[in-house]
């Protein structure tokens, strides 16, 4: 199974939630807030922190820019040409950027007051 574990209540990791939503028209991922108890009872800790998407795939967790690019390479052409073009730069360099916006999130696209709620539509995409 391939998980996107993202910060429930930011609305910049909700928008990207949204965007491999509509994106990956087979539906290869599913979701889980940081928050809630799929995370809580399938990550270490240490991979709970609240300022990164988290990606399970092929049974190995990626983290921050790793994660963001892996996601669109497995999106479609595009996409795919996307993350390729950035997984050139090192991991330095994208990590860095990816933890300024991290880091920002809050003051630049705000947050919920609580976690997402799945629409109809989006409940089996969803884990908890």
């Not at 910060?7 to 940081?34: M, T, W, Y």
């Not at 921050?64 to 073009?85: D, M």
């Not at 050139?88 to 709620?117: E, H």
């Amino acid at each position: 199974m391939r998980i996107i574990y993202f910060d429930g209540i930011c609305n910049l990791c909700n928008g990207f939630v949204d965007f491999v939503i509509r994106h990956d028209p087979e539906h290869q991922f599913h979701f889980a807030s940081l928050q809630g108890t799929t995370a809580h009872s399938q990550l270490n800790p240490q991979d709970l922190g609240l300022d990164s998407v988290v990606l399970f795939l092929d049974g190995k967790i990626y983290k921050k820019s790793n994660a963001v690019l892996l996601i669109f390479r497995e999106l479609g052409f595009f996409y795919k040409i996307i993350g390729t073009i950035f997984s050139i730069f090192p991991r330095a360099i994208t990590d860095f950027i990816y933890d300024l916006i991290a880091r920002n999130r809050y003051a630049f696209f705000g947050k919920k007051n609580s976690c997402r709620i799945p629409t109809t539509a989006e409940k089996s995409y969803f884990l908890d």
